[in-house]
C-alpha cells in the first residue's frame, strides 16, 4: 500500500491546492501566468497561490511524461528530469520480457515516473527518494497503483528493501548545474556501478550525451552490461545500463531503441558492435545519388557502421554520420534524400549550382562544420524562386553542399516531393 508522508508545512500538498485546481482547471489552462496567479488569488488564501501557480503551469507541461498530467504532483526540478511516458513504458516493458514478474526498488525514484509504469505492468515496486517534497508527489502519483507500489523515504546509497531489482537514476544536477561528470552525480557513477553489482539485475539511466570512456569501462568490467540509447521521435532520450540478469543476451552489444509517442507504431531496436567503414574520397560523396541521416539512437550508440554495411552506404566523410549511396534504403530508424546536385562549400559555387535549379531561399542541416544551419542559410542563399534543402558535411577534402529533395518521411520511403515554395521562415 502506498504511504502518503506525514504532513508537513509544505503549500503544495495542501488540500485547497488541489481542490483549486481541478474545480478551476479549464479557466485557469486558458490563462497566462499572471492572469492565473490573480485568478488563484481569489480562491486560496494568499500563502498558497504561489505553489498553486506552479503546479497549474508545470501540469500544463506534464503531458509527454505523465498519463493523467492533470492530476499530477510536480515540482519543477522533478519535471525537468522525469522519464518520458513512452520511455518509461518501453523500460517496464523489457524488465517484464526480462524477469517476468519483479520485485524492484526505484532507488532514485524522483516523482515517480519510471515506478508509475513498472507498477502499470505489474511489478511490484519500492520506490524511494531522498528528498520529502519530491517523494510527497511520488507517493500522490502512485495512489492509483497500491496494490504494486509503495514509496518509502530513504537514501539511495543505503537501500531500504531485499528487491533483488534496481533502478537508479543519479542526479545529474547535484551541485546546482547540469553534468555529465561521472564524480559529479548524485550516487556517483562508481557508486551506481556498486550499487547495481549489489543486485541480481539493475538499469542505470544516464545522460544521453554520457561517454563510456576506458575508466567507465574500468569501473564496469566483470559485471555483464547491455548500453542502451533511446531515442523518441527522433530526439535522444537517455542512455542506460542494463546490467547482471538484465543484460539479458546482449551482453557486450550496443543497443538502439528508437521509440514514437503517437500511434502504435511498434518498437525498434538494432544491436550490434561498433564496426569501421571506410568513407568516401571527396570525389565520390559528389557522385552520389542518396544521402542518409541515422536515428540519433543510432548514431550515439556506434552502430552506423553495421546501418551502412546492410544499407550498402558508406559515409560521406571522416566520423560523419551522413552515409551516401546509390540505393533508397528500406530500414527503419533513417530518413533519406535523393541527392540533386553537390558542390564544394566554396558559395560561389554553391550560388552556381542554386541557380542551375532556380533555388533562392534554402534551409540547412550540417554536420562537422563550425557554422551554425542559419549563418549557411544566409551565406549560400540563391535568388531562384524555389526553396531548397541543403546538407552541408565534412568529406576528407574538406566540406561538401549536397543539394537534396526528400525521399522520407519519417521511417518510411515515399516518393519525390519537390521543392517546396519560397517561404519568409528563412
Known amino acids: 500500500m502506498t504511504q502518503t508522508p506525514r504532513r508537513n508545512a509544505h503549500e503544495l500538498f495542501d488540500e485547497r491546492v488541489e481542490q483549486a485546481l481541478v474545480e478551476h482547471a479549464k479557466e485557469l489552462a486558458s490563462l497566462g501566468s499572471l492572469a492565473r496567479v490573480e485568478r488563484l ?11 498553486a501557480a506552479e503546479l497549474a503551469e508545470l501540469r500544463m507541461r506534464a ?21 518520458a511516458l513512452s ?3 518501453d523500460r517496464a ?3 517484464r520480457e526480462l524477469g517476468g514478474s519483479l520485485e524492484v526498488h526505484d532507488l532514485t525514484c524522483g516523482l515517480g515516473a519510471d515506478a508509475l509504469a513498472l507498477a502499470a505492468a505489474g511489478c511490484s515496486v519500492v520506490a524511494s527518494d531522498v528528498d520529502a517534497v519530491t517523494l510527497g508527489c511520488a507517493a500522490r502519483n502512485l495512489a492509483d497503483h497500491v496494490e504494486h507500489a509503495i514509496a518509502v523515504r530513504g537514501d539511495a546509497l543505503a537501500p531500504c528493501s531485499r528487491a ?13 548545474e547540469r553534468s555529465r561528470a561521472a564524480d559529479r552525480m548524485a550516487p556517483t557513477f562508481e557508486q551506481a556501478i556498486e550499487l547495481a553489482r549489489a543486485a541480481r539485475g539493475a538499469c542505470i539511466k544516464l545522460a544521453p550525451g554520457f561517454e563510456l570512456g576506458p575508466r567507465e569501462w574500468d569501473t564496469l568490467a566483470d559485471l555483464p552490461v547491455r548500453p542502451s540509447w533511446t531515442s523518441l521521435d527522433g530526439e535522444l532520450m537517455e542512455l542506460a545500463l542494463w546490467t547482471g540478469a538484465w543484460a539479458g543476451d546482449g551482453d557486450g552489444l550496443r543497443e538502439a531503441r528508437m521509440l514514437v509517442s503517437k500511434g502504435e507504431a511498434p518498437v525498434r531496436v538494432r544491436r550490434g558492435g561498433m564496426r569501421a567503414v571506410t568513407p568516401w574520397t571527396d570525389e565520390e560523396a559528389g557522385r552520389q545519388t542518396v544521402l542518409v541521416e541515422p536515428d540519433a539512437a543510432l548514431i550515439r550508440a556506434g ?16 566520423d560523419i554520420a551522413y552515409l551516401a549511396g546509390a540505393t533508397p534504403p528500406t530500414a527503419a530508424g533513417v530518413r533519406a534524400w535523393r541527392i540533386v546536385d553537390s558542390a564544394p562549400a566554396d558559395p560561389r559555387r554553391v550560388r552556381e549550382m542554386l541557380a542551375h535549379h532556380d533555388v533562392g531561399a534554402v534551409h540547412v542541416r550540417k554536420r562537422g562544420h563550425p557554422d551554425t544551419g542559419e549563418v549557411l542559410a544566409r551565406r549560400f542563399a540563391g535568388r531562384g524562386k524555389k526553396r531548397g534543402h541543403l546538407a552541408v558535411a565534412r568529406t576528407a577534402g574538406g566540406h561538401r ?21 519560397p517561404t519568409s521562415s528563412v
Do not use: Y
Open 87 to 89: 520511455v518509461a513504458r
Open 303 to 318: 552502430l552506423i557502421g553495421d546501418l551502412a554495411l546492410e544499407l550498402d552506404l558508406r559515409p560521406v566523410g571522416p
Open 41 to 51: 488569488k481569489r480562491v486560496l488564501p494568499r500563502e498558497l497561490v504561489a505553489a
Open 164 to 176: 533483488a531489482f534496481r533502478v537508479l537514476d543519479p542526479d545529474r544536477r547535484a551541485s546546482g
Open 401 to 421: 553542399v549536397f543539394l537534396l529533395e526528400a525521399m522520407t518521411e519519417g521511417n518510411s520511403v515515399v516518393g519525390d516531393e519537390g521543392f517546396e515554395p
Open 63 to 83: 503531458g509527454r511524461k505523465f498519463a493523467r498530467p492533470e492530476r499530477a504532483w510536480l515540482t519543477r526540478k522533478g519535471l525537468e528530469q522525469a522519464t
Open 93 to 95: 516493458s523489457q524488465v
